[in-house]
Nanobody
Framework: QVLLVESGGGLVQAGGSLRLSCAASGRTFSTYAMGWFRQAPGKEREFVTAISWTGGSTRYADSVKGRFTISRDNAKNTVYLQMNSQKHEDTAVYYC???????????????????WGQGTQVTVSS
């Protein structure tokens, strides 16, 4: 069992930066691949980025590539999402999620994740 709690959301101006954190409980956190998803009002939940349990493999949605960075600290049971050069279209509720293994072919699929946080709101003003 893995419990996930996101934090760090808020209001930021376009071009600004935010860093989200996802704290996990459960002694198997370090073996899980982690992902970030987001959901804007009236839209489907979409993949943002994912990272393998070692941190050696990552994948990003084209819409955030070069602007967002995912990282993890297994000693702290935490995964991070650094968001730079933010755009109005980044406005959404951001969720972290955990899955037992990393497969680059299907990490963008939200159906492959077993555990989800409650989400944190990010609003980018234009």
């Amino acid at each position: 069992q893995v419990l996930l709690v996101e934090s760090g959301g808020g209001l930021v101006q376009a071009g600004g930066s935010l860093r989200l954190s996802c704290a996990a409980s459960g002694r198997t956190f370090s073996t899980y691949a982690m992902g970030w998803f987001r959901q804007a009002p009236g839209k489907e939940r979409e993949f943002v980025t994912a990272i393998s349990w070692t941190g050696g493999s990552t994948r990003y949605a084209d819409s955030v590539k070069g602007r967002f960075t995912i990282s993890r600290d297994n000693a702290k049971n935490t995964v991070y999402l650094q968001m730079n050069s933010q755009k109005h279209e980044d406005t959404a509720v951001y969720y972290c999620a955990a899955r037992p293994y990393y497969n680059d072919a299907d990490v963008p699929s939200r159906y492959r994740y077993d555990y989800w946080g409650q989400g944190t709101q990010v609003t980018v003003s234009s």
